[in-house]
Nanobody
Framework: QVQLVESGGGLVQAGASLKLSCAAS????????????MGWFRQAPGKERAFVAG????????NYADSVKGRFIISRDNAKNTVYLQMNSLKPEDTAVYYC?????????????????WGQGTQVTVSS
């Protein structure tokens, strides 16, 4: 079993920055965290969960939702079994619960059904 734990959420004003972290443990460390493709998703109140960003095994490939391109940066530190989401120029519409997810395939996919492992989520609230 893979455990993912997100942290770094909070309440900020529009224009501010936040950096989310997702630490992996369990099977991820046995298999080698570097062999998992990681993704960040978010779910706003009353909306479906949506893809935000993803990064391939060794960080060679990334993908972003159009709504966050140029503002968010996904990265990973395989030595620390951790993936990050740097969020800059935050907007009120970025308010959501942010989830970290992992899949064993190499492709950075934007469908949540492609990811087998999920964290519990961390709340990000951006005030205007």
């Amino acid at each position: 079993q893979v455990q993912l734990v997100e942290s770094g959420g909070g309440l900020v004003q529009a224009g501010a920055s936040l950096k989310l972290s997702c630490a992996a443990s369990g099977r991820a460390t046995e298999r080698a965290f570097s062999t998992y493709t990681m993704g960040w998703f978010r779910q706003a109140p009353g909306k479906e969960r949506a893809f935000v960003a993803g990064i391939s095994w060794i960080g060679g490939s990334t993908n972003y939702a159009d709504s966050v391109k140029g503002r968010f940066i996904i990265s990973r530190d395989n030595a620390k079994n951790t993936v990050y989401l740097q969020m800059n120029s935050l907007k009120p519409e970025d308010t959501a619960v942010y989830y970290c997810a992992a899949r064993t395939g190499y492709e950075v996919l934007d469908a949540d059904g492609a990811y087998a492992y999920w964290g519990q989520g961390t709340q990000v609230t951006v005030s205007s």
